[in-house]
């Protein structure tokens, strides 16, 4: 079995209430070392304009998305496979931990857009760190930082 690892996920959403449509991730080792990267664009919200029109982000759908859509260098899943392929992924890397700047906004968007779109990720079979948390206590001011730093950034 390989030896336990961390999936630093992201998400980019059309609202407060879920509505993922861009997923990624970056999974390392407790070195830094990046072992794989993952990224799709969630199909059932980035096709409703409806919602897009709502998110932050909106402004890049036709600067940012499409033409990385069209050249290759972004993918559009529907979510369910989107969670079947990250699920994947963190059976293969033997995931034990799942970061994120904003680790509670994160999992409950991923909760609420798997119950809109069905599929379901395995991030609560794991453990977390929220790296906002993390980032926000006094954690500058004590030895370990550098090393805290080292893992979270791999420099």
Same mark, same amino acid.
């Given at each position: 079995?390989?030896?336990?690892?961390?999936?630093?996920?992201?998400?980019?959403?059309?609202?407060?209430?879920?509505?993922?449509?861009?997923?990624?991730?970056?999974?390392?080792?407790?070195?830094?070392?990046?072992?794989?990267?993952?990224?799709?664009?969630?199909?059932?919200?980035?096709?409703?304009?409806?919602?897009?029109?709502?998110?932050?982000?909106?402004?890049?759908?036709?600067?940012?998305?499409?033409?990385?859509?069209?050249?290759?260098?972004?993918?559009?899943?529907?979510?369910?496979?989107?969670?079947?392929?990250?699920?994947?992924?963190?059976?293969?890397?033997?995931?034990?931990?799942?970061?994120?700047? $904003?680790?509670?906004?994160?999992?409950?968007?991923?909760?609420?857009?798997?119950?809109?779109?069905?599929?379901?990720?395995?991030? $609560?079979?794991?453990?977390?760190?929220?790296?906002?948390?993390?980032?926000?206590?006094?954690?500058?001011?004590?030895?370990?930082?550098?090393?805290?730093?080292?893992?979270?950034?791999?420099?």
């Amino acid at each position: 079995m390989k030896k336990s690892t961390i999936a630093v996920i992201d998400t980019e959403t059309a609202s407060l209430c879920g509505d993922v449509f861009d997923f990624g991730l970056v999974i390392t080792n407790k070195k830094g070392e990046v072992l794989a990267t993952y990224e799709a664009v969630v199909e059932e919200v980035f096709n409703d304009l409806a919602k897009m029109k709502k998110a932050f982000y909106f402004n890049k759908v036709d600067s940012f998305y499409r033409p990385n859509i069209r050249c290759g260098r972004m993918a559009v899943k529907p979510w369910s496979v989107v969670c079947k392929e990250v699920n994947k992924l963190f059976k293969e890397w033997n995931v034990q931990t799942i970061a994120a700047y $904003n680790l509670a906004f994160d999992n409950r968007v991923i909760i609420q857009t798997g119950k809109a779109h069905g599929g379901f990720m395995a991030i $609560n079979k794991v453990e977390k760190l929220d790296l906002w948390r993390v980032s926000c206590e006094t954690l500058l001011q004590q030895k370990t930082y550098k090393k805290l730093a080292v893992i979270v950034t791999g420099k």
